[in-house]
């Protein structure tokens, strides 16, 4: 099993950045397409960012597509969002996740570890 922690939420204005971390336990993440899900208050979980196992691919949801970058670093069993251009709407339980599949998927049933959340907060 790949245990997953999340970092680096917290409170930022409106057209600021915050850069997400998240530290992977375990021998299967590099054979692991990972991926960035977040819920907002009263809303449904929802797909943010994906990258591939080796970081060949990545996927964005439409809404993040310019302000957002998902990457990882093997070597450090670590997968980063950084989130510039950062809009109200972006408040949120921001999730780190992985599957047993080297591609990616925007689909959250097909992620199999998961971290415990990180709030971001994004005041205007």
């Known amino acids: 099993q790949v245990q997953l922690v999340e970092s680096g939420g917290g409170v930022a204005q409106a057209g600021g950045s915050l850069r997400l971390s998240c530290a992977a336990s375990?021998?299967?993440?590099?054979?692991?397409?990972m991926g960035w899900f977040r819920q907002a208050p009263g809303k449904e979980r929802e797909f943010v960012a994906a990258?591939?196992?080796?970081?060949?691919?990545?996927h964005y949801i439409n809404s993040v597509k310019g302000r957002f970058t998902i990457s990882r670093d093997n070597a450090k069993n670590t997968v980063y969002l950084q989130m510039n251009s950062l809009k109200p709407e972006d408040t949120a339980v921001y999730y780190c996740?992985?599957?047993?599949?080297?591609?990616?998927?925007?689909?959250?049933?097909?992620?199999?570890?998961w971290g415990q959340g990180t709030q971001v907060t994004v005041s205007s």
């Open positions: 375990g021998s299967a993440f590099s054979t692991s397409a």
């Open positions: 996740a992985g599957r047993r599949f080297l591609t990616i998927s925007p689909a959250s049933g097909d992620y199999v570890y």
């Open positions: 990258i591939s196992a080796h970081g060949g691919s990545t």
